[in-house]
């Protein structure tokens, strides 16, 4: 009655090649191999992927499903998707006279944002591999997570200093420069922290990182990059 997720990891930590299959009484039952554990990773690893992507299973992602039921599985994730989207658009919404005074922020807005995300992306993906074989763990959790933070302040200032003087001599405004370079640093530190804490969260609560982790990740880095941005543009420059 093993999990199978459970069969594949003990397989792994013991560097086993078969294990018997026993019943409730302890009567021989089979047997498990090495090539059934290696189907059941393969299997895994798919699921996880294309979970990440918001397709709901392997079997309903097959290009010769029907037109209906491969909208029908696709549609869910997309639908929290429009829902969360329209909460980062109310918060551009709050700043709609300061964008409207200074067109700068609308053309870079976007590069805040979407950076900060993509970095929370990265990071996401691996603590979901990392939950998945089983290396992350209470005993090293709080280092992983100081760990992952440290490396989102590490790029947020790489990228903040990348950003903030491409944006100032593009734009001739230094003062845009330093600001867009702070919004930069906060989302990448936030995105990293998020990228992490979010999937532990989920996992914690029995839910799958790999399923509404991206989602809310996403949500997360566009709120914050856009409203540390223009908040940071309209006490600043306006």
Known sequence: ?????????????????SAPVIDKSGRLVGQITIDDVVDVIEEEAEEDILKMAGVASVEESTLYNAVISTANSRFPWLAVNLLTAFLASWVVGLYEDSIAKLAALAVLM??????????????LATVVRALA????????ALRVVGK????????????????????GWWFDDPILGLV???AMFINHTVAGLSGILIPLAI???GGDPAASGGVLLTTVTDVVGFFSFLGLATWILL
């Not at 944002?113 to 993509?118: R, V």
């Not at 074989?133 to 090293?140: K, L, M, V």
Request: aromatic residues 8%; hydrophobic residues 50%; without cysteine.
């Open 133 to 140: 074989t089983r290396e992350i763990d209470r005993s090293n």
């Open 1 to 17: 009655e093993m999990d199978r997720e459970d069969v594949a990891f003990l397989f792994k930590q013991r560097n086993l090649v």
């Open 180 to 182: 867009i370079a702070a």
């Open 110 to 123: 976007p590069i805040v944002a979407g950076m900060g995300g993509n970095a929370g992306t990265q990071t």
């Open 203 to 205: 996992d914690k609560f």
């Open 148 to 167: 992952e933070l440290f490396v989102g302040m590490i790029h947020g200032i790489l990228f903040a200093a990348i950003v903030g003087v491409a944006a």
